[in-house]
């Protein structure tokens, strides 16, 4: 059974980086079906894809968020993380990792989420 779980802290004040990790178990994050997306809640609002890993280290990322964003990888912890930076209020979101399957946007195993406040 796949399992993701993600961490990190849950304020960050204005213009600093939001730093998250998932830590991927049951399943290798080097399997080549799979890319590891990271998405995001606001409040209120509906679900935001922020970027992708893929099995072999490649990455993608919105058009919006791109300037701001970094996703890598730990192999060796099997996890993913992502970095976005010089949050703002607008930052504030639940951040979701979730596995996505290769030649698909569908995403079989979410993590619960963590919550993340911008906040001075």
């Known amino acids: 059974q796949v399992q993701l779980q993600e961490s990190g802290p849950g304020l960050v004040k204005p213009s600093q980086t939001l730093s998250l990790t998932c830590t991927v178990s049951?399943?290798?994050?080097?399997?080549?079906?799979?890319?590891w997306n990271w998405i995001r809640q606001p409040p209120g609002k509906g679900l935001e894809w922020i970027g992708c890993?893929?099995?072999?280290?490649?990455?993608v990322y919105s058009p919006s968020l791109k300037s701001r964003t970094s996703i890598s990888r730990d192999t060796s912890k099997n996890h993913i993380t992502l970095q976005l930076s010089s949050v703002i209020p607008e930052d504030t979101a639940v951040y979701y990792c979730a596995r996505g399957l290769i030649g698909s946007d569908y995403q079989d195993y979410w993590g619960q989420g963590t919550q993340v406040t911008v906040s001075s």
């Open positions: 890993i893929t099995y072999s280290g490649s990455t």
């Open positions: 049951g399943g290798s994050i080097t399997t080549d079906a799979y890319y």
